[in-house]
């Protein structure tokens, strides 16, 4: 499972008094381990789309921290950040190309828009922006 991996990566950093990437580990876990704790509060399984998801929403956080930071000129914390965000990114699956968005559309008896990002969600969640295939089904209905 992926947070096993974390877990690993965040020991290993931990072993190498690597201040920066162990701060990063331990928020990506902590923040698994509450929502692993929902899930199991509603009876469902934790999985690694979960942690995909949770991955994306630090990645949002890291990136306006930044941008944040960027604001006031602290360049080491901007530095330290782009650092974290660079592990976390290692993390995520790559992304959908528009031509594989449009290629899986294809492949669909019912392009709806509904249906279409029904099926991205269920079948592609974290390797796909919902934006991006509703803009590739949006010119692909033109």
């Known amino acids: ?16 008094r690597d201040k920066v990437a162990r701060a990063i580990y331990e928020v990506v876990i902590n923040k698994c381990q509450v929502a692993m704790i929902d899930k199991r509060g509603e009876g469902k399984e934790f999985t690694d ?6 991955l994306q929403k630090v990645v949002k956080e890291l ?9 006031v000129n602290n360049q080491e914390e901007v530095d330290n950040i782009s650092r974290q965000l660079e592990i976390v990114k290692g ?6 190309s528009e031509s594989e968005i ?3 559309i294809n492949k ?21 922006d919902m934006g991006q295939v509703q803009a590739v089904l949006k010119s692909m209905q033109k």
């Open 49 to 54: 789309t979960d942690v995909i998801q949770i």
């Open 91 to 96: 993390y995520l699956p790559p992304m959908m």
């Open 102 to 104: 449009a290629e899986q």
């Open 1 to 16: 499972m992926l947070l096993d991996d974390i877990k690993k990566a965040g020991i290993d950093a931990l072993k190498a």
């Open 108 to 128: 669909l008896d019912d392009k709806s828009i509904g249906n279409v990002m029904r099926y991205f969600k269920q079948n592609f969640a974290g390797s796909v």
């Open 63 to 71: 990136t306006e921290e930044r941008e944040n930071y960027q604001n």
